[in-house]
Nanobody, 123 residues
Framework: QLQLVESGGGLVQPGGSLRLSCATSEFILSWYTIGWFRQAPGKEREGISCISNKDDSTYYVDSVKGRFAISRDSARKTVFLQMNSLEPEDTGIYYC????????????????WGQGTQVTVSS
């Protein structure tokens, strides 16, 4: 019920695309905002995007605006992160997390976290 499982990472060339998936439960999707975060080697974890369970409001960090898109599919119990025009700076481990409020997601305060999926952008 409280599980989040990421998938879809991999190796991609600069300018390429990937779609990450965060599979979870109906309970989580109904009651929690879902956020995507990434951690690059040697750097702190960074918030990427959030989507509200209440009204599908979204948030993106400036560095991914116009390139990434977050979406929810209730029937599939999955939150997606479509990543286009990928850059080497997008490399890192991507995590999804469940937050009790949209504001909590923007602050990176998560109640439940997945194990992460590796994204590597390199030629």
């Amino acid at each position: 019920q409280l599980q989040l499982v990421e998938s879809g990472g991999g190796l991609v060339q600069p300018g390429g695309s990937l779609r990450l998936s965060c599979a979870t439960s109906e309970f989580i999707l109904s009651w929690y905002t879902i956020g995507w975060f990434r951690q690059a080697p040697g750097k702190e974890r960074e918030g990427i995007s959030c989507i509200s369970n209440k009204d599908d409001s979204t948030y993106y960090v400036d560095s991914v605006k116009g390139r990434f898109a977050i979406s929810r599919d209730s029937a599939r119990k999955t939150v997606f992160l479509q990543m286009n025009s990928l850059e080497p700076e997008d490399t890192g481990i991507y995590y999804c997390a469940a937050h009790d409020a949209f504001s909590s997601c923007r602050m990176g305060v998560g109640d439940y976290w997945g194990q992460g999926t590796q994204v590597t952008v390199s030629s």
